[in-house]
């Protein structure tokens, strides 16, 4: 059975870090890309960074520039998105999404991804970030 799971949400005060992991069961992320999600209460699923395994590409959104890495373990077949000087507005569940590349360029499939994350079929249960102002 795939799935997709994300770990690592908590409590954490503004300016604070948090490091979320998602792991993969089922199969290996070889030549997939993935990203992290956010859904804030009442908000759109946006998306926030991604990895794409078969050129090594990082992708993150303006809103994450300059406070996030994220970055894979293939051993574990888990992806890291570290987030550091979170705010209030970063409060969401954080959702972890694989999309193969093995028939579509890596960047194009992020910006599918990133485009129409309602399009997307594998998707991991979440975790949810808060953040204290």
């Known amino acids: 059975e795939v799935q997709l799971q994300a770990f690592g949400g908590g409590f954490v005060q503004a300016g604070g870090s948090l490091t979320l992991s998602c792991t993969a069961s089922?199969?290996?992320?070889?030549?997939?890309?993935i990203a992290w999600f956010r859904q804030a209460q009442g908000k759109e699923r946006e998306g926030v960074s991604a990895?794409?395994?078969?050129?090594?590409?990082?992708y993150y959104k303006d809103f994450m520039k300059g406070r996030s890495t994220i970055s894979i373990d293939d051993a574990r077949n888990t992806v890291y998105l570290q987030m550091d000087n979170l705010k209030s507005e970063d409060t969401a569940v954080y959702y972890c999404?694989?999309?193969?590349?093995?028939?579509?360029?890596?960047?194009?499939?992020?910006?599918?991804?990133?485009?129409?994350?309602?399009?997307?079929?594998?998707w991991g249960k979440g975790t949810l970030v808060t953040v204290s102002s």
């Open positions: 089922g199969f290996r992320f070889d030549n997939y890309a």
């Open positions: 990895i794409t395994t078969a050129d090594g590409a990082r």
């Open positions: 999404a694989a999309e193969t590349t093995t028939r579509r360029d890596p960047a194009i499939t992020v910006g599918t991804m990133f485009g129409a994350p309602h399009a997307i079929t594998s």
